[in-house]
């Protein structure tokens, strides 16, 4: 049992089923779940900021990590799940295990053609609207006990390269 907040609460409830005998977990999907398939994702929110801006930005350094899953990636980790998760498995469904932020906002702004730049903790608010405080956060995720527990291997591209493929920028 974890401390704290609905998420945690809701992950207790599931994952205590399995002293009941149910076989229960959770996959905990990363923030990026990202493909062709995502059309309201953060990613989604950040490419039209960067539109609506004219510039794809990062917050100071921009070496805050995101990390991100392939739709179709997170799908085979559920399949294993309900196949073969122990019971009251806690799974991390996150192939990009930490993309720096700047990294994302450089992606964003050559696919869009426009300037990149840092901008500061003060301008983050007005520049991402409601995502100024996510856009900052640091959270490199480890998936290797997932990984290692059920054979999970991604193979569709990760968040980079799923972007430069242009699917997000088509009008």
Known sequence: MFPGGYRIDAENFVTGLASRGVRSSIVRLAPTVHSS????????????????????????????????????????????????????????????????????????????????RGISTEEAGDYFGFLGPFVQMDNPTSAAITRELLGWTPTHPGLIDDLNQGHYFQA
Do not use: C, M
């Open 37 to 116: 398939l995502d059309q309201h994702g953060f990613i989604t929110a950040v490419i039209a900021t960067a539109r609506r801006n004219g510039y794809a930005a990062y917050v100071g350094e921009g070496a805050n990590q995101w990390p991100a899953v392939h739709t179709l990636d997170a799908a085979v980790l559920y399949r294993l799940a309900l196949e073969k998760a122990p019971a009251g498995s806690r799974l991390h469904a996150a192939a990009d295990e930490g993309v720096p932020f700047r990294e994302i906002a450089t992606a964003v702004g050559r696919n869009l053609g426009v300037p990149v």
